[in-house]
């Protein structure tokens, strides 16, 4: 058990949670977000994430290991609520194979 410990890994580089955070505290980010969801986007979990990653690397402890996998786990459910735009297709249409209609005029 303690081998397993040892040989797991963050699931992102410490770095990366960095620069998410600062992806996530640029002016653009902030503005697209809040042009998109109106309001502006909550960046301390990102801070959170990279402190608590540093925090692991120095102490490999367990509170530390399951901090981050929470917060991952989070993440992706969080991405995962979201309903697809498109309907998928199990199958071509029926009409598939027919040259397509060639009446209306094309601009170019």
Known sequence: MADREALWRPPRSCDDYWSEFRLCKSLWNRFHHYYTFGKT????QWK???YTCREWEKSHSTETKESL????RARVA????FS???ELRTKPP???????PQDKRQDS
């Open 69 to 72: 996998q929470q917060s991952e």
């Open 41 to 44: 986007p909550t960046c301390q």
């Open 84 to 86: 697809p735009v498109w």
């Open 94 to 100: 029926e009409d598939w194979h027919l040259p397509l």
């Open 78 to 81: 969080e991405q995962r609520k």
């Open 48 to 50: 959170d994430d990279y």
